[in-house]
Nanobody, 125 residues
């Protein structure tokens, strides 16, 4: 069983920055790829970024590439998402998730079996 708890969301002006954190429990964290997704009201849950188990490989959605940075600290069992140059369209609830052992598409939320409760990010114009 893995529990994920996000924090760090808030209200920020366009162009600003935030750092989201996701604290994990469970012994398998250091061997589990992790990701961030986001969901705006009335929209589907969209892939934002993913990171391999030891942090050597990262993936980003085109919409956030160059602005967001995913990282992890396995000693602290925490994954981070640094958000910069924020835009109003980045407004959403941000979720961290743990990739399941058997996946076919790491950009699909269906391939993640543990989720946090989400943290709200609101970007004002």
């Amino acid at each position: 069983q893995v529990q994920l708890v996000e924090s760090g969301g808030g209200l920020v002006q366009a162009g600003g920055s935030l750092r989201l954190s996701c604290a994990a429990s469970g012994s398998a964290f250091s061997t589990t790829p992790m990701a961030w997704f986001r969901q705006a009201p009335g929209e589907e849950r969209d892939f934002v970024a993913a990171i391999s188990a030891i942090g050597a490989i990262t993936y980003y959605a085109d919409s956030v590439k160059g602005r967001f940075t995913i990282s992890r600290d396995n000693a602290k069992k925490t994954v981070y998402l640094q958000l910069a140059s924020l835009k109003p369209e980045d407004t959403a609830v941000y979720y961290c998730a743990a990739l399941s052992d058997h996946f076919s598409d790491l950009r699909s939320p269906d391939d993640y079996n543990y989720w946090g409760q989400g943290t709200q990010v609101t970007v004002s114009s």
